[in-house]
């Protein structure tokens, strides 16, 4: 279902003005050698007004990623592009506004489908659709300023240190990915 925007035309208000911007943007078209895939809170419509287009990439050379990101986005407003590890696994991403929307990209050396951005979403997407009643209340959660992954524990009550080990843990479990 997320492998392309396509949806995001017939969805709801949010939803058709984020394919706007990126189809306008032609982030999808620009950087297709990427495997681009928006993920985030806005594909699965617990979106709060702070939320960002997250849009994931596949990538293994990342000067030249960096070269076209900046020749292509360099100029939009609060442009920021930095690299650094996580979980000791090098990433890149650039940041920058356009059309109302934070536009956040990232990149790592890793297919999009295994990216932990991506594993979250289907987990999360999976989770709504078993139980509608859960959106209303993530959505309070994360007006409260919570991030989408603890606000998923919260409300399903799964308890640790680490809210996005324990969603995967969660999705692994019960077959979803």
């Known amino acids: 279902m997320f492998a392309t925007i396509d ?4 969805g709801n208000e949010r939803q058709q003005k984020a394919f706007h911007a990126i189809t306008h943007l032609r982030v999808m078209k620009d950087l297709a050698d990427y495997k681009p895939v928006l993920c985030g809170t806005i594909p699965i419509e617990i979106d709060v007004a702070s939320s960002d287009l997250d849009i994931i990439f596949e990538v293994h050379n990342f000067t030249r990623f960096q070269e076209q990101v900046i020749a292509l986005y360099g100029h939009m407003s609060d442009f920021k592009i ?14 920058f506004i356009y059309e109302g ?9 890793q297919p999009v489908n295994e990216q932990n951005a991506y594993r979250h979403m289907i987990i999360e997407n999976y989770i709504l659709n078993e139980h509608p009643h859960l959106r209303q209340p993530i959505i309070t959660l994360k007006t409260q300023g919570y991030k989408t992954e603890p606000a998923f524990c919260m409300v399903l009550g799964l308890e640790g240190e680490n809210p996005y080990s324990l969603l995967l843990k969660y999705g692994e479990e019960r077959g979803i990915i």
């Open 101 to 109: 929307f934070e536009f956040e990209l990232f990149g790592q050396a």
């Open 82 to 95: 930095s690299q650094y590890q996580i979980r000791n696994k090098p990433i890149i991403k650039a940041n």
């Open 7 to 10: 949806y995001l035309k017939h």
